[in-house]
DNA sequence: TGCATCATGTAATCAGTTACATGATTTT
DNA sequence: AAAATCATGTAACTGATTACATGATGCA
């Protein structure tokens, strides 16, 4: 149930909306945890009713009143609870492997459209990554570091690095699908 | 639903039944894709259903009879399509980015055990990885290479790149960790 | 005698995705 | 006039996890 705890650390950063939590979830925290407002909004609900956020509505004009969600202290000693708890180093749901696995039984060659745009996605996401950490972190204009922002920059570079060894890994699919498709069908 | 082609990929590397599914699960293509056998079990008897699966009950001697299932023709063409269509970059879902960036909100220290067990993790699938390698393909007594066995070597190529990845970035975790502790609890 | 392994499953629950639904405001 | 954004939700479905259940064989 690690989507409650992603959100108790999300609201202690700032408190806000479900709106405003899906925002955050399709990037800073969503590189490392997604969810869609449905859930959120499922979610929030049930925390609240449990007593582990605390909610103001906020009278807007002209539009639906916001709900602003906080942390409340049963929410801040669930989350310090959860911290002491030791969770499972996870394990990965790699689909492309599993197709790349599967191409021993089709033609290999099938897979390196796809390898490509995956490739694509991956660059795009490093290069944000490394915007943001330009931004945020590294640049002339990033705020003062402190405990909070050190940890928030350690779990980026985490992101940096899985993006340059993804991106790596693809390189190395690539290779190896051209390497069998000109073994496979040899030029004339 | 690519748990379903996971298995049709392992039972045409080789046919089989749930309970060695399950164990295969565990290792070689559970590196990149887990089940449980409850989970196993129930999809092995939809796509039999479905008649993607072909069932063979080989009677044992003193034990329950085996069921073994192998992939029909109907199964073949389903990964065939499967691998033609286009699959979503996977997003990541990672608990202990979750955690350190909470740790903010907690003593950070807490977390140091929690890093330095993910690391042990982690090496150890690192070192297994290597050995599986130099066993299967990269070692003296390796069998000869074919299309399908250079698809498994560069999926596990992945494996052994996300590992050592995993385990840089870990390394990073604790040294940021331990500064934080330094800083705030500074030497008598 | 007890534990691990082989071999199979059901039931209940929880988490996550997809589709549907509404309605105002702001921007192009 | 249309599209994007703000803001909220329900309902149905699918997928994954956890707990429970059975029973033989073989090894220490």
Known sequence: MALDHAILVSL???????????????????????????????VLKRMEADGLLDLREVPQQGRPDKKEYSVAEAGRAALSRWLHEPIEPESLRHD?????????????ATLIGEVERHHHVHSDRLAHYLAGEQRDFTGPDAPAPDPGRELQHVVL????????????????????????????????
Do not use: C, N
């Not at 408190?15 to 990037?27: D, I, K, M, V, W």
């Open 96 to 108: 492309l492997a599993v197709k790349i696995r599967g191409a021993a039984f089709d033609d290999p």
């Open 157 to 188: 570079r985490g992101g940096i690095a899985y993006e340059r060894m993804t991106i790596a890994w693809l390189d190395d699919v690539l290779a190896t699908l051209h390497r069998l498709g000109a073994a496979a069908d040899p030029p004339a």
């Open 12 to 42: 202690l950063e700032r408190p806000g909306s479900g709106y405003e939590l899906a925002r955050r979830f399709e990037r800073s925290i969503g590189y490392f945890w997604t969810a869609t407002h449905q859930q959120i909004y499922r």
